[in-house]
């Protein structure tokens, strides 16, 4: 009885413990750690599989794309590298995880947005410098 109560105990306190160490990741950036699992990928799979909230016009909004084009809102998806625009999601597929260090994602209006139309969503990518490759 006394083992049961030992093995019972110990599983309550290794189970929190565990979870604890799980991080969590933003919805709003892949960092350079979670980008390195990826090595050579394409980004147009990485954000795919790491968050495929960055690929939806409407993400987090009660209105679809038809419900959006119907009001005059049609949003649409541009891809920056720093502060240079390079155009739509269509470009991810010409960077590999290996060579970003960072990808943010903002929705339309955000203050700290490189595009400052407020009628985009954008995918920002921070590009590694040869430094950074060392």
């Known amino acids: ?9 110990l599983l309550l306190v290794a189970a929190p ?38 690929l939806m016009f409407n993400a987090g909004q009660s209105a679809g794309a038809q419900e959006q084009a119907m009001a ?24 590999k995880a290996s060579d970003v260090k960072e990808i943010r994602y903002f929705k339309p209006g955000n203050a700290l947005s490189p595009h400052t139309g407020a009628n985009a969503y954008v995918i920002q990518l921070t590009v590694k410098t040869a430094r950074d490759r060392k």
């Not at 009885?1 to 105990?9: E, G, K, P, S, T």
């Not at 990928?41 to 960055?54: M, T």
């Not at 005059?72 to 960077?95: I, K, N, P």
């Open 72 to 95: 005059g809102r049609a949003y649409e998806l541009l891809v920056y590298t720093g502060s240079q625009r390079q155009g739509d999601s269509t470009m991810l597929r010409y960077y």
């Open 1 to 9: 009885m006394r083992r049961l109560l030992l093995v019972a105990a």
């Open 17 to 54: 413990l565990q979870a604890q160490k799980s991080k969590k990741r933003d919805p709003y950036k892949i960092a350079a750690e979670e980008l390195a699992e990826y090595g050579d990928a394409p980004l147009s799979e990485v954000i795919d599989k790491a968050r495929p909230n960055f």
